[in-house]
């Protein structure tokens, strides 16, 4: 089935019009994102069971950008009357001019910036999808999760709690200009096993997940996922502390996605190059890595939970090649920030939500898959480990410094796994050289849609990243 557009959104649509109308008298451009949103979220574990309607991206409301002689202002509602644009406008008008008067009274430097364009354009796509969340069967999830939970302390004498998540939210947005008039409608799931063990003191967990542009129906696949976060669990409960050095190390493809996010993630979002907080603005058409690396960014070349028909600036999406065999080609980029750095938009203009300002932000980011096998990769390491699990990381974009914390290496010695596991395992290292050691990628790719992704330390909106197995030599401790 099709994912049907929000039929609240329509019913604004003339009154929105109006506004535009009205707004159109007193500024040079206006816009309107207006979002209805709805999800679910059910939480099992041993202990306690939740069940809402609230993920990271459910929201109603509307956002009008205006500009006028070089600047532009935003005005954010939760509630708008289609029967009354007047009103509406006139409310936008004082507190945009209590806004435009505190500026001058207060002497803040501001970017002046050109118009956005606005070409004539007109699309409604409607995803397909099994379910839709605001439909399914909560108490059937529920029983289906508790008894994920169930089976999962069943399987170790150590399991303290096994915990099951599943969310699901379907995305309506509605992008409305004077010559535009884009509608999008589709659902995304994700959900996750968390296996918490203890043993002698001491507390572990597995972890695995799901996710894509699916309904409540995935959540059908998620039992799938319950042996491997107990086994990783167990084996993490032996593990040893790594000696800190520098190895030969081989990713998984969840661990090559975090790479590839926090190597180049806010480091070529191009609203730092306006600011001056990048190092990538210095490195465009330059060697950051070694000639296995192509990486691709945008809603458009991969199909999970950052994908999109437009951004929340009305910029359709785009599939971008930041890094063709390691030349760093290009970053993304808003629109406003394209218009200041005379560039064009990579449609990765986000917001958290309608009351949230656009920043230049990541959805899929995935390096391309080469032509190794993973046994021929094993095979050639002398003495490293075999990286898998990811839990954080972040990223200096000023000086291209990165750490990931992972859970867990499996040691490689003359070519063979030996069984020996170490947890947890934090990778640090300067990007060039983390990219540009890598020799080998692997045939085929995934990708993960299980994580969020902050700006400094809010902004928080959805990402996917991924990629093959790689191999390449990093600092572990």
Not at 275 to 293: H, M, N, P, Q, W
Not at 338 to 361: C, I, M, S
Not at 388 to 399: A, F, I, L, N, V
């Amino acid at each position: 089935m099709k994912a049907p557009f929000s039929n609240y959104l329509d019913s604004l649509v003339p009154g929105l019009r109006k506004l535009i109308e009205i707004l159109e008298q007193d500024f040079d451009y206006v816009s309107v994102l207006s979002t209805d949103s709805k999800g679910l979220a059910v939480r099992i574990s041993q202990h306690s069971k939740s069940v809402g309607n609230q993920t990271m991206t459910t929201e109603r409301g509307t956002v009008v950008r205006v500009y006028k002689d070089g600047l532009y202002s935003e005005y954010a509602m939760d509630r708008f009357d289609p029967e009354d644009p007047e009103g509406a406008a006139e409310q936008i008008r004082k507190t945009l001019a209590a806004q435009i008067e505190v500026l001058k009274n207060t002497d803040a430097a501001v970017f002046e910036t050109e118009k956005l364009s606005d070409e004539p354009l007109e699309l409604l796509v409607e995803k397909e999808t099994g379910q839709l969340p605001e439909e399914a069967e909560l108490s059937s999830l529920v029983e289906q999760l508790a008894a994920i939970s169930d089976k999962g302390m069943s399987m170790s004498e150590y399991m303290l709690d096994c915990i099951a998540n599943a969310q699901s939210t379907h995305i309506c947005k509605l992008f409305l200009t004077k010559n535009r008039f884009l509608r999008q409608s589709y659902v995304y799931s994700e959900g996750n096993v968390a296996a918490i063990l203890g043993r002698d003191g001491q507390n572990r967990f597995g972890y695995a997940g799901i996710a894509g542009l699916e309904g409540p129906e995935m959540f059908e696949k998620l039992s799938e996922k319950l042996d491997y976060a107990v086994s990783s669990g167990l084996e993490m409960l032996d593990a040893d502390r790594i000696v800190p050095g520098e190895y030969e190390i081989i990713t998984t493809p969840e661990v090559s996605g975090l790479i590839a996010h926090e190597a180049f993630g806010h480091g070529v979002e191009m609203d730092m190059f306006v600011k001056g907080r990048a190092l990538g603005a210095e490195y465009i058409d330059k060697r950051v890595g070694s000639d296995l690396v192509t990486m691709h960014e945008g809603a458009l070349c991969a199909e999970n939970v950052a994908s999109y028909v437009f951004d929340d600036e009305g910029t359709l999406a785009g599939d971008v090649t930041e890094i063709d065999k390691g030349i760093l080609k290009t970053g993304i980029c808003d629109a406003l920030s394209a218009l200041r750095l005379g560039t064009q938009p990579t449609g990765n203009g986000k917001r958290e939500n309608f009351e949230h300002k656009v920043y230049t932000r990541m959805t899929n980011t995935i390096f391309d898959s080469g032509k190794d096998s993973l046994e021929d990769m094993i095979a050639s390491v002398k003495y490293g480990y075999l990286l898998e699990g990811m839990q954080s990381g972040m990223e200096d974009p000023k000086h291209w410094g990165i750490q990931c914390i992972l859970q867990m290496g499996r040691e490689i010695k003359d070519g063979k796994l030996t069984g020996r596991v170490v947890s947890p395992v934090i990778m640090t290292g300067y990007v060039p050289d983390l990219l540009g050691n890598i020799t080998m990628a692997s045939t085929g790719r995934e990708v993960f849609g299980n994580g969020g992704c902050g700006k400094g330390h809010k902004e928080w909106v959805k990402v996917s990243d991924g990629g093959p197995y790689l191999k390449t030599v990093g600092r572990l401790g």
